[in-house]
């Protein structure tokens, strides 16, 4: 029997980028808000601190930081007439766990989407036309956002401000700016901070995508460049490029995470509550199915609570939204076979890999000296910034110098041919370890009616309830689009003086069995219509009103970029939602 | 801890060495040593009058050890303190004087990171502020936002050779001082991390930093020149 808590104001679901900042704003508001958790607490000090955390064997390989698996693991397949088994090593993204979530093993790689990314579909269908689009692919199904970037705009200032977002901007309110992207959507402002240092391997890049006519810009970065004190009044540090920025966590105060730029302020709340391990069951409704009445979790003594609140935010990683929806029988479930329903459907995720780079064994590049965003990249073919008539394929990808990391056992650039150990191996290793550049490419994903998140009919987690089952493959026309920039970036290569270059760009069928990407995205997408989203412009739920899902899982298709900082954007746009309308007049704030 | 051996990243290591045994030839590393004993002929006065020639300085503390210290760390201080970012009623005129030479700033700075010079003996710490000092350094103060010094000048202040400079070891006088120097405004060179750590500590955990580092011994194999 569930023991019956006191009510409060809001529940979220989840302690990560979202759920902290949901919690920050509407505490502020003098609500009573309880977060959630299903990890343990842990704080930059003495959580973080080195030796300890550069220990890339627990953090790296293991995965210390991520969900655990054992308990509640994701089922995958490719294709809807395979059967789906449970990952039970997570390789191809990482979802994390404990207060802080994935936003902090992030690389702090701090983008901005598109203009046309939130309207992606109308804008093809103006440029290109109807047809052009049926040709990519008839089972592609993306759709316009709801909101605009103008809408965003200053959500995203105001996100990048409590970030400390370090970098250049290319377009000040239609002015193009010397040194930074000048093909990004107009800001209104300068970042809060310059850019990180180039490195060696940036700068080499910067000089082979200039001589091809390119255009190089510094990647913006959550790693900051400068000692910086944030809105909240919170003082963070100088990232001093120690390599251990994606799977870690940051031991200097340098990298925007909620430890470092929320959690500081939104612990001393009185109105704010964060019991630890606690793992959420479901959310429960009346019995009219249109209102939730709380939630119901489970201790880490496998004691049951009834949480009792007005408002619930899901606020988990976005795979687990779809899943907490599901469970909870929120929305009407995605069936592939008629392609009604709407939670599960729209999942997406990112087309990345990009080539190996040898260089010539007099150029030292130092990979161990890093951050995890401080490369050198152009946006020359990301999203729609280049002519597709004649393509074949919608989306794009952007490029760049991005080294995160020379860690010893993570990276070993070998050259084709190399045996994978022994002897010649480690002479390889050690002769190209100095010398080798990676370029990433990474971009857009474009939503597939054959791609979906459902509930698994076999396996189920450690209280019994279904794993979330993925269905995923890239569609063909993400495999066009990939394989034409990795041309493209092999041309890059050798104007950076590559001695011997291996090829990138994404191949069918995707694996889940080799790091990709940690942006999964979409299966509660947003939008305007209820029978084509599952939640309206503001986050909220068509069916139940005071129930919003914030986070990725509202993407209709993925962006370009790597999302955390439109995460925060878009979900301080419902929190403005929430606070200026809902709460003064609860209910749907779209009528369908 | 004392003795014990601290982990290092085999390639890590690898290209450090390597960068270190490119750049400190024996001939430099000789002629370093005829300005650590008698001085230049531009004016510099020899550096083993305060700093011995092994590198050790004195007990007093009033100099810092530089024996084995990386010669990229001891190469950008003198120029540093010749060019004025870094300022030194002593050490700016003889810097200065070094800097008339070009080579000299590298030749000298060869030298002393080659040295692998003993510790002098010292008083007993106070258990207490070295307790203090070793809780600061190794884990840092959540209260303060202050992380643990080891993050960047690595394992129990053995240095993050070339730019991150030992403390295992050093006076606990010049530990102290330094930090305030920056703690003050004072001093100009490196302001993006230490000054804004060194604003966060008080006069007691200046002491107990600087009390702590300068017993540490360290396994003697980090950082160590090639």
Same mark, same amino acid.
């Given at each position: 029997?569930?023991?019956?808590?006191?009510?409060?104001?809001?529940?979220?679901?989840?302690?990560?980028?979202?759920?902290?900042l949901a919690?920050?704003?509407?505490?502020?508001a003098?609500?009573?808000?309880?977060?959630? *958790?299903r990890?343990?607490g842990?704080? =930059?000090?003495?959580?973080f601190?080195?030796p300890?955390i550069h220990?890339?064997?627990?953090?790296?390989?293991?995965k210390?930081?991520?969900q655990?698996n054992a308990? +509640?693991a994701?089922t995958?397949?490719?294709a809807s007439?395979q059967?789906a088994?449970?990952i039970?090593?997570? %390789?191809?993204?990482?979802?994390?766990?404990?207060?802080?979530?994935?936003?902090?093993?992030w /690389?702090?790689?701090s983008?901005?989407?598109q203009?046309?990314?939130?309207i992606w579909?109308t804008?093809?269908?103006?440029?290109y036309?109807?047809k052009?689009?049926?040709?990519?692919?008839?089972?592609?199904?993306?759709q316009?956002?709801?909101?605009?970037?103008?809408?965003?705009?200053?959500?995203?200032?105001?996100? *990048? @401000?409590?970030?400390?977002?370090?970098g250049?901007?290319?377009?000040?309110?239609g002015?193009?700016q010397?040194?930074?992207?000048?093909?990004?959507?107009p800001?209104s402002g300068e970042y809060?901070?310059?850019?990180?240092k *180039?490195?060696?391997?940036g700068?080499i890049?910067?000089?082979?995508a200039?001589?091809?006519?390119?255009?190089?810009?510094?990647?913006?970065?959550?790693?900051l460049?400068?000692a910086?004190?944030n809105p909240?009044?919170?003082?963070?540090e100088t990232c001093?490029?120690?390599g251990?920025?994606e799977?870690?966590a940051?031991?200097?105060?340098?990298k925007? $995470?909620p430890?470092?730029i929320?959690?500081?302020?939104?612990?001393q709340d009185?109105?704010?509550?964060?019991?630890a391990l606690?793992?959420?069951?479901?959310?429960n409704?009346d019995?009219?199915?249109?209102k939730?009445?709380?939630?119901?979790?489970v201790d880490?003594?496998?004691?049951?609570?009834e949480?009792p609140?007005?408002?619930?935010?899901?606020?988990a990683f976005p795979?687990n @939204?779809?899943?907490t929806?599901?469970?909870?029988?929120?929305g %009407?479930p995605?069936?592939?076979?008629?392609? @009604?329903? +709407?939670v599960?459907r @729209?999942y997406?995720?990112q087309?990345t890999?990009?080539?190996?780079?040898?260089?010539?064994?007099?150029?030292?590049?130092?990979?161990? &000296?890093a951050?995890?965003a401080c490369?050198t990249?152009?946006?020359?073919?990301s999203?729609?910034n280049?002519?597709h008539?004649n393509?074949g394929?919608?989306?794009?990808?952007?490029?760049?110098?991005?080294m995160?990391?020379g860690?010893?056992?993570e990276f070993?650039?070998?050259?084709?041919?190399?045996? =994978?150990?022994?002897l %010649?191996?480690?002479q390889?290793?050690?002769?190209?370890? /100095?010398?080798?550049?990676l370029?990433?490419?990474?971009?857009? $994903?474009?939503s597939?009616r054959? /791609?979906?998140?459902?509930?698994d009919?076999m396996?189920?987690?450690?209280?019994g309830q279904?794993l979330l089952r993925?269905?995923?493959?890239?569609p063909e026309n993400d495999?066009? &689009?990939s394989?034409?920039?990795?041309d493209?970036?092999?041309?890059i290569?050798?104007?950076m003086?590559?001695?011997q270059?291996?090829r990138?760009?994404?191949?069918r069928?995707?694996?889940?069995t080799?790091?990709?990407?940690?942006?999964?995205?979409?299966?509660a997408i &947003?939008?305007?219509?209820?029978?084509?989203s599952?939640?309206?412009?503001y986050?909220?739920?068509w069916?139940?009103?005071?129930v919003?899902?914030l986070?990725?899982s509202?993407f209709p298709q /993925?962006?370009?970029y790597?999302?955390?900082i439109?995460i925060?954007?878009?979900?301080?746009w419902?929190?403005?939602?929430?606070?200026?309308?809902?709460?003064?007049?609860?209910g749907?704030?779209v009528?369908s | 801890?004392?003795?014990?051996?601290s982990?290092?990243?085999?390639?890590?290591?690898?290209?450090?060495g390597f !960068?270190?045994a490119?750049? #400190?030839?024996?001939? #430099?590393?000789?002629?370093?040593?005829v300005?650590?004993?008698q001085?230049t002929?531009?004016?510099a006065?020899?550096?083993s009058q305060c700093h011995?020639?092994?590198?050790?300085?004195?007990?007093?503390?009033a100099?810092p050890?530089?024996a084995?210290?990386?010669?990229?760390y001891?190469?950008? #201080?003198?120029?540093?303190?010749?060019s004025g !970012?870094r300022?030194?009623?002593?050490?700016?005129?003889?810097?200065?004087?070094?800097a008339?030479?070009?080579?000299?700033?590298?030749d000298?700075?060869a030298?002393?990171?080659?040295l692998d010079?003993?510790?002098?003996?010292?008083?007993?710490p106070?258990?207490?502020?070295?307790?203090?000092?070793?809780?600061?350094?190794?884990?840092g103060s959540?209260?303060?936002r202050?992380?643990a010094?080891?993050?960047c000048?690595?394992?129990?202040?053995?240095?993050?050779?070339?730019?991150?400079?030992?403390l295992?070891? #050093?006076?606990?006088h010049y530990?102290d001082?330094?930090?305030?120097?920056?703690?003050?405004?004072?001093?100009?060179?490196s302001?993006?991390?230490?000054?804004?750590?060194?604003?966060?500590?008080?006069d007691?955990d200046?002491?107990?930093?600087?009390?702590?580092?300068?017993?540490v011994?360290?396994s003697?194999? !980090?950082?160590a020149p090639q």
């Amino acid at each position: 029997m569930a023991t019956l808590l006191k009510p409060v104001d809001v529940v979220t679901i989840g302690v990560g980028l979202t759920g902290s900042l949901a919690a920050l704003e509407l505490g502020q508001a003098g609500l009573k808000v309880v977060g959630l *958790e299903r990890g343990s607490g842990r704080e =930059t000090v003495p959580d973080f601190q080195s030796p300890p955390i550069h220990d890339e064997l627990r953090f790296a390989i293991r995965k210390a930081f991520m969900q655990d698996n054992a308990k +509640v693991a994701v089922t995958f397949r490719n294709a809807s007439d395979q059967t789906a088994l449970p990952i039970r090593r997570w %390789e191809s993204f990482l979802p994390g766990q404990g207060p802080g979530g994935s936003f902090v093993h992030w /690389n702090g790689q701090s983008f901005r989407a598109q203009v046309a990314d939130f309207i992606w579909r109308t804008h093809t269908i103006q440029r290109y036309g109807q047809k052009f689009l049926d040709s990519c692919g008839p089972e592609l199904t993306i759709q316009d956002w709801g909101v605009t970037y103008d809408d965003m705009e200053p959500y995203y200032a105001r996100f *990048e @401000n409590l970030c400390g977002v370090s970098g250049k901007a290319g377009n000040i309110k239609g002015q193009i700016q010397p040194g930074g992207n000048p093909l990004e959507a107009p800001r209104s402002g300068e970042y809060p901070n310059p850019p990180q240092k *180039e490195p060696h391997f940036g700068a080499i890049f910067r000089k082979g995508a200039e001589s091809l006519g390119y255009h190089p810009y510094p990647q913006p970065s959550s790693n900051l460049s400068r000692a910086y004190t944030n809105p909240l009044g919170i003082k963070m540090e100088t990232c001093i490029f120690c390599g251990f920025c994606e799977r870690f966590a940051c031991p200097h105060y340098a990298k925007a $995470s909620p430890q470092t730029i929320i959690l500081p302020v939104l612990l001393q709340d009185p109105n704010y509550e964060l019991p630890a391990l606690c793992e959420v069951l479901r959310i429960n409704l009346d019995s009219t199915r249109k209102k939730a009445t709380g939630v119901t979790y489970v201790d880490d003594t496998g004691q049951e609570f009834e949480q009792p609140t007005e408002l619930v935010l899901i606020t988990a990683f976005p795979l687990n @939204n779809v899943r907490t929806l599901l469970l909870s029988g929120i929305g %009407e479930p995605y069936d592939p076979k008629t392609g @009604n329903g +709407v939670v599960g459907r @729209n999942y997406s995720y990112q087309t990345t890999g990009g080539p190996t780079i040898f260089m010539d064994e007099s150029i030292n590049v130092n990979p161990f &000296m890093a951050s995890g965003a401080c490369g050198t990249m152009i946006d020359d073919f990301s999203g729609d910034n280049f002519d597709h008539s004649n393509l074949g394929f919608i989306g794009g990808q952007y490029v760049g110098a991005i080294m995160t990391n020379g860690r010893p056992i993570e990276f070993h650039p070998t050259p084709t041919g190399t045996p =994978t150990w022994g002897l %010649e191996w480690k002479q390889a290793v050690a002769r190209h370890y /100095n010398h080798t550049i990676l370029v990433q490419q990474h971009g857009t $994903s474009a939503s597939s009616r054959l /791609n979906y998140l459902d509930l698994d009919p076999m396996y189920k987690d450690a209280w019994g309830q279904p794993l979330l089952r993925m269905t995923f493959d890239f569609p063909e026309n993400d495999i066009r &689009m990939s394989q034409y920039i990795a041309d493209k970036v092999v041309e890059i290569g050798r104007a950076m003086g590559g001695k011997q270059i291996i090829r990138g760009g994404t191949k069918r069928p995707y694996s889940v069995t080799f790091y990709q990407s940690t942006h999964n995205a979409g299966g509660a997408i &947003m939008g305007d219509d209820p029978k084509t989203s599952a939640v309206n412009q503001y986050l909220q739920c068509w069916n139940v009103p005071n129930v919003f899902s914030l986070g990725a899982s509202a993407f209709p298709q /993925n962006i370009t970029y790597n999302y955390s900082i439109t995460i925060g954007a878009l979900t301080l746009w419902a929190l403005d939602a929430i606070k200026n309308k809902y709460l003064k007049s609860p209910g749907p704030l779209v009528h369908s | 801890m004392p003795g014990g051996r601290s982990p290092r990243f085999g390639p890590l290591g690898f290209i450090i060495g390597f !960068v270190q045994a490119q750049t #400190q030839q024996p001939s #430099q590393i000789a002629r370093g040593a005829v300005i650590a004993a008698q001085g230049t002929p531009t004016g510099a006065p020899p550096c083993s009058q305060c700093h011995a020639f092994n590198g050790v300085s004195d007990a007093s503390g009033a100099f810092p050890r530089i024996a084995g210290q990386s010669a990229y760390y001891l190469a950008k #201080q003198l120029r540093d303190f010749a060019s004025g !970012v870094r300022t030194s009623a002593l050490m700016t005129p003889i810097a200065k004087a070094l800097a008339l030479s070009s080579d000299n700033i590298a030749d000298v700075a060869a030298y002393y990171a080659s040295l692998d010079a003993p510790f002098l003996p010292l008083n007993p710490p106070d258990p207490a502020l070295v307790k203090r000092g070793e809780q600061l350094a190794k884990i840092g103060s959540d209260k303060q936002r202050v992380q643990a010094c080891d993050n960047c000048h690595g394992p129990e202040g053995a240095g993050e050779p070339p730019a991150i400079p030992y403390l295992a070891g #050093q006076y606990a006088h010049y530990i102290d001082f330094t930090l305030d120097t920056w703690r003050t405004g004072f001093r100009k060179s490196s302001p993006e991390s230490m000054e804004v750590v060194a604003k966060k500590l008080d006069d007691q955990d200046l002491a107990a930093v600087a009390a702590y580092y300068q017993q540490v011994r360290g396994s003697g194999d !980090v950082g160590a020149p090639q």
